[in-house]
């Protein structure tokens, strides 16, 4: 099992999306929670509207990675503009961290 990450980029002219579906999205988000160990939105800045998100997962294969990222509701709505995935490791001199 590796620990990956997803790193998504929204549509502007889909903001309807998140506004009108984020119940759902979340749903899904717990639904998953043994393999989406955490997510959620980015902002350029403090108070500012979403420009994306990033999940961290645990999974056994890239192509479950993609199954997990292309099942969601703001990826099958067209939140989605496009995402990337890359297998991350942390640094060893944090020690164990638990997510």
Not at 21 to 49: K, M, N, T, V
Not at 60 to 85: H, I, M, N
Request: hydrophobic share 45%; with cysteine; aromatic share 14%.
């Amino acid at each position: 099992m590796a620990r990956w990450i997803v790193l998504f980029d929204d549509n502007s002219d889909a903001a309807w999306v998140r506004k009108d579906h984020s119940q759902a999205h979340f749903d899904y988000l717990a639904a998953h929670a043994d393999r989406i160990l955490i997510g959620g939105g980015l902002r350029p800045e403090p108070g500012a509207w979403f420009e994306g998100g990033l999940w961290v997962l645990e999974v056994d294969s890239r192509e479950e990675a993609v199954a997990l990222v292309e099942a969601d509701p703001y990826f099958t709505l067209g939140l989605r503009k496009g995402y990337r995935l890359a297998v991350w490791g942390k640094a060893p001199c944090y020690g164990a961290v638990t997510l």
